[in-house]
């Protein structure tokens, strides 16, 4: 059973930085595309960035592109989302998973933007 885990959100005012991190067990991430997902109070859960077997970033959302970036270690398991220039409608639940074919979601990491 794969089990993903999310950390590294919190509070952080307008123009700051945070690094989310996402470390699986039951399976190992080498060789899966990988990707981040958000959730907004009420709403759907929404693809932000995708980062490929070979580390280079394949996707991410307009409203993101610039500022966050996607990486792996494949050492650890882990893969991490870099966000810079932090705004307020970037408040979500944050969540990783594989690039398709997700396995079960973990719990996610809050990140709430407010001054």
């Known amino acids: 059973q794969v089990q993903l885990v999310e950390s590294g959100g919190g509070l952080v005012q307008p123009g700051g930085s945070l690094t989310l991190s996402c470390t699986a067990s039951?399976?190992?991430?080498?060789?899966?595309?990988m990707s981040w997902h958000r959730q907004f109070p009420g709403k759907e859960r929404e693809l932000v960035a995708g980062?490929?077997?070979?580390?280079?970033?394949?996707y991410s959302i307009d409203s993101v592109k610039g500022r966050f970036t996607v990486s792996r270690d494949d050492a650890k398991n882990s893969v991490f989302l870099r966000m810079d220039n932090l705004k307020p409608e970037d408040t979500a639940v944050y969540f990783c998973?594989?690039?398709?074919?997700?396995?079960?979601w973990g719990q996610g990491t809050q990140v709430t933007v407010s001054s």
């Open positions: 980062i490929g077997s070979d580390g280079s970033m394949i």
């Open positions: 039951g399976y190992t991430l080498r060789s899966n595309p």
């Open positions: 998973n594989r690039w398709n074919y997700f396995w079960p």
